[in-house]
């Protein structure tokens, strides 16, 4: 029953965070419980949330390093009603050398998830921008991906180099997720950017989500604490975010 | 003599690429030999100069893992006269485990340069999204740092766990880069970015530099494999990144 769902792409600075708070805060809105994992040494999406971490306090790193960890122990809770968040923390840069050798490492967040995932309606995992061993962990433990992709001159380039590791996967593990793509920052004024769009489209087809519009709202949310939905009710992130939500909603996990 | 110089900030997509590309093209069109080192497994900067890689052409990586390698033999001429390149490639994306355990591993890049960078004015390495050992040896490669930063939310965390990481090279070298950012993508539209830029600023001072305006052809150089001040000379972009050409010309290497 849970939607497992990882937040993709390995060029830097697309939307994936941006996108993964304010999903999750358009989720909650309509009454789901969902967790949010933070998988980015720079912890954005945990400071977005306005999770502050201690000395001492656990975060995802321990999920990876931990032997027997339950990830229960993890789970902070946000001022949003329904919106829990595993944090991530700087050390967290340092995880890929300690699991490197570990029997099964690709599968080390999925097993480590398995306990707490019937407790939520929706799993949002955060990547970091590239396809390393947390990446890789991440499209293991889902079976969906949302790639955000900005119409910009990268971004072909990225996602054939994603598809590969999510066909490279699929070969070894016998199943591999669901790939779905969002347009982010789209400035209708832009033409080169319909242009690369259009093309984009062109080679993905039916798999393109509705997009999301640039919006300084998205700028200042996390500034606030809160995704747009609660604290631009009105804005076109706030639009687009629900929408966006909505089509999840309809739209069951298979591609 | 050679300006050794790191483009970095390990937030994505904040024009790192966009000003190695752009700044290496505009120092090129006033006469400068330039040497533009790719440090990036996505290789954007790579494919943005026209460099095309063949089975067995070597790259930045043969300088971090072979013991004995005359960098010479990795750099690649390109369309425009005064500009060469070391190139990236995927694989590059594996060398921290193989230089992990290494003796002195944080002044490898350091080393193999050594012996070509008198050939060059100028040395700019583009750094990837994060903090880690080939970023670290960029630093160390370098006298001196530009820090692209977009006036959004997550900049401010990002510069300071920058400045934290340099602090941490010149305790332990006795030396570090001096840094100067480069406020990027500015839209004198948006609102919310003039509030964080004049924030940054009023933590920096001194040390930042005249800003990059978004301009759709800094989109579109990159497809034409030529830098703006050739593709667009008239463009926005190109009098940006000439004038940064000209700053750094006039300005000498300490901060
Ligand atoms: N639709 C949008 N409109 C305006 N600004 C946006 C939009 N989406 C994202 N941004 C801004 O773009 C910047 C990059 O977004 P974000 O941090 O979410 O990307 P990311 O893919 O998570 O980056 P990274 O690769 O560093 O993790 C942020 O400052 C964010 O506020
Ligand atoms: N001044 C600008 N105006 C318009 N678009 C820009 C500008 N600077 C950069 N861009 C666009 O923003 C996107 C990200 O830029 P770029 O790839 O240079 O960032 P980066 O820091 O190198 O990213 P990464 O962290 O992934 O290496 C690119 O599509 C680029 O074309
Ligand atoms: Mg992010
Ligand atoms: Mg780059």
Redesign the interface.
Known sequence: RPRRIAIVN?????GK?TTTFNLAGALARRGRKVLAIDLD??A?LT??LGVEMKEGDPSVEELFVEEEFDARKAVRETRIPGLSCIPAR?RL?GV??KI?DAFLRETILDRKLEGIRDEYDFLLLDC?????LVTVNALVACEEALVPI?A???SI??IS?LTNTVALIRSRLGRGVALRFLPTKIDGR????QE?LEAIKGGLKERVLPPIRTD?NL??A??LRAPVGFAFPRSKGAKDYARLAEELLREPASA
Chains 1, 2 share one sequence.
């Open positions: 390995q060029k830097g600075g697309v965070t040494p720079q954005n400071s977005s700087p840069a890929e050398i490197f970091p921008p590239n396809l390393s900005e910009q001159t990268y380039k990225a180099d832009l033409k080169v950017g690369i300084a700028v200042r996390p500034m």
